[in-house]
């Protein structure tokens, strides 16, 4: 039943403005620390183009982590109930959505749109546009990267730019498949940007796979770090890998959520 009634747009909508309500007053509550806002900094001062990579456990304060230029800034989301809620809190902060997901391989008839979705993305990151993707989502494993990101960076010369944060006191919701990290009110937060990750055009399979290994490893050396400078409890990567990484062949440009 509740599945059914969240497939209904005006739930979507009364849901999605809760959660607005939530994120509001939390991330006002929070006394936050920033680390490491040199680069993005730069970003905002200069209006550089860059891809913002969060994880997908962590994506509730990535907007109040990009504190500046919210109209610069596309986010990919996918075609889920999960990914239409996402969709319609992010136009109350007035940032953009494009909406497609990888093809299920346990599904292989299902087109969902990715390739169309990845096509948008460089397309705004080749305007001068900023764009936000989960390189962990939509269905995990959690906290490992795919190629979804380090290829839209090959394919526009966007540097890809890590970011991530965590509280002192916040619920980690242990049965969801990404540990979605939901922050408590009148705590310590810290939100800490990586350092920016180039991939060159010419890029072939081996410098993507060093590069999503880099991103990977820059993500979950920050998510580890956030979590232990407040002291809260400490999220970690999924031990299994994902799929097809760390290998050296890497197809085409489909899969614009990996």
Not at 182 to 201: A, C, D, N, Q, Y
Request: with cysteine.
């Amino acid at each position: 039943m509740t599945k059914r009634l969240l497939s209904r747009p005006w739930a979507q909508e009364v849901l999605a403005f809760f959660v607005l309500l939530y994120l509001e007053l939390v991330r006002h509550s929070i006394r936050w620390e920033h680390r490491n806002t040199d680069y993005v900094q730069s970003v905002w001062d200069e209006r550089k183009a860059i891809l913002g990579c969060v994880w997908h456990g962590r994506v509730l304060m990535a907007l109040h982590g990009w504190a500046r230029q919210k109209d610069r800034m596309v986010a990919l989301a996918s075609r889920s109930r999960e990914g239409e809620i996402g969709s319609r809190l992010a136009r109350w902060y007035k940032v953009g959505v494009v909406r497609g997901s990888s093809r299920n391989p346990n599904k292989p008839g299902a087109a969902k749109g990715g390739e169309a979705a990845y096509r948008a993305m460089v397309n705004h990151l080749n305007a001068g546009g900023c764009g936000a993707v989960t390189p962990d989502g939509p269905r995990g494993p959690r906290m490992r990267a795919g190629f979804g990101a380090v290829r839209m960076a090959r394919d526009t010369g966007v540097p890809i730019l890590p970011f991530t944060w965590s509280t002192r006191r916040k619920t980690v919701l242990h049965k969801a498949w990404d540990h979605h990290c939901l922050p408590h009110f009148f705590t310590r937060g810290v939100i800490i940007w990586g350092e920016p990750i180039h991939v060159s055009k010419g890029a072939d399979a081996a410098e993507l796979e060093a590069a999503r290994l880099n991103l990977e490893t820059q993500l979950n050396t920050l998510t580890h770090e956030a979590d232990e400078a407040v002291g809260g409890e400490i999220v970690n990567p999924d031990p299994k890998h994902r799929p097809g990484t760390g290998k050296t062949k890497v197809t085409g440009a489909s899969g614009a959520t990996a």
